[in-house]
């Protein structure tokens, strides 16, 4: 008996998740499904409908990314947990997160659904990581209705994308700007879950080549959708995030960290 979690996994709220149970080198298995597929075993695990769920090996489990985060944290070693000790970092940490998961979240993953939804061949190829092999096969008949359930679901329109995309122009400013003193990470001395939040809720957005499952490259995105990534690539923020990916994402920087205990 292991630590489930419950995921669609493209999703970079599952990925936020993921990341986290990676990072602390947890054991736990992934299991993905397709929208809609998921409600039972979400139901099972105690939550209502989304994912990410971290389903207990005792039964019950934690439903919401954020959530996660703060329990994975009381399993792991000083060195490895994502919020700090110290209140007034672990008070900017957590409003960060709130903030990233209600601006970012939401914003990064319309404006990029507006694009690759009108892409039949790159949702067939990519929408299917992770998936039973049930779920693989029925994909490409079940798309035409999934695309239709995401752009009702989240209402994925040119206009509403535009004003995601001015949301999010004023936010990676802001971490461009936090970041020109040269800090290394955005709250203290360390990776936080500031940071991992910021990483994956953004990545749709830049793509990064360590995201837990495989993303369209650039030279197969349409190419709006190409012009916009290599803008987000180009800012102090997007960099940034792209090197959290390439230093942290992998298990190589905690080697040298015990697994657990103090
Ligand atoms: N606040 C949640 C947001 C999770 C979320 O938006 N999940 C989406 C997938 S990215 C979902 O499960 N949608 C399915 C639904 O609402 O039915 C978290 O941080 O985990």
């Not at 008996?1 to 493209?10: A, G, K, N, Q």
């Not at 490895?80 to 709130?98: D, M």
């Not at 995309?165 to 879950?193: C, H, N, Q, S």
């Not at 960099?239 to 298990?251: D, I, S, V």
């Amino acid at each position: 008996m292991t630590l489930r979690l419950i995921t669609f996994p493209i999703s970079h709220f599952c990925e936020k998740a993921r990341w986290a149970l990676d990072r602390a080198r947890l054991d736990y298995r992934e299991e993905g499904h397709l929208p809609l597929f998921q409600i039972a075993a979400v139901r099972r695990a105690g939550g209502k409908r989304q994912v990410p769920v971290l389903a207990l090996p005792e039964g019950g489990g934690i439903p919401d990314s954020t959530p996660i985060l703060h329990y994975i944290d009381t399993l792991v070693a000083p060195a490895l947990r994502l919020f700090p000790e110290e209140p007034a970092q672990r008070r900017e940490v957590e409003a960060l997160e709130e903030r990233f998961d209600k601006t970012l979240g939401p914003a990064a993953r319309r404006v990029v659904y507006l694009h690759l939804l009108r892409e039949p061949v790159l949702l067939n190829r990519y929408l299917v990581h992770g998936l039973p092999a049930w779920q693989r096969a029925i994909f490409p008949a079940y798309r035409p209705l999934l695309s239709r359930l995401i752009r009702r679901g989240l209402r994925v329109t040119e206009e509403a994308a535009a004003r995601d995309e001015e949301k999010l122009r004023v936010l990676f400013a802001e971490i461009g700007e936090r970041l020109a003193d040269g800090r290394r990470y955005l709250v203290g001395d360390r990776f936080t879950a500031a940071d991992l939040t910021f990483a994956a809720l953004g990545a749709p957005l830049l793509g990064p080549a360590q995201y837990g499952v495989p993303l369209p490259t650039l030279a197969e995105m349409p190419p709006r959708l190409r012009e916009k990534i290599e803008g987000y690539r180009a800012t102090a923020a997007g960099k940034f995030l792209l090197r959290l990916y390439a230093e942290e994402r992998g298990t190589a920087a905690l080697r040298a960290v015990p697994p657990s205990g103090g």
